[in-house]
């Protein structure tokens, strides 16, 4: 079996107390988002107010990567915080208003507009 890290690449930052950045770059889809998943899940716990989900340098936004940005949406708010993303590209945009989702979240052009 091939080994797909490769095309997905994660950064985590604290912009401010409780607000948490994680970029993501590359593609979204079944072969990586279960890296993705590993490595953000136990972030929401340390975003108390705001997990920022940095998907401008996505290419690729398969259904399992939406699968994924609804269960992270209904953590961070188990857990009472928001989630926000920062998509601008049609690899991303495309998919999620194709699946009548862009209304589902708080979608935003920076990082500097989520925080």
């Not at 607000?19 to 340390?46: F, N």
């Not at 953590?75 to 208003?97: D, I, M």
């Amino acid at each position: 079996m091939e080994d797909f890290t490769e095309a997905v690449t994660l950064a985590t930052r604290e912009v401010s107390a409780g607000v948490v950045v994680v970029a993501v770059a590359g593609e979204l889809d079944m072969a990586t988002v279960p890296v993705v998943e590993e490595y953000v899940r136990p972030r929401v716990g340390d975003a108390s107010r705001v997990l920022i989900l940095d998907l401008s340098g996505v290419t690729f936004l398969g259904s399992t990567g939406i699968n994924l940005l609804i269960a992270l949406q209904a953590e961070c708010a188990a857990a009472g915080a928001e989630l926000r993303l920062v998509a601008t590209a049609k690899a991303v945009l495309q998919p999620l208003a194709l699946t009548d989702l862009t209304g589902h979240f708080t979608i935003v052009a920076a990082v500097s507009e989520a925080s």
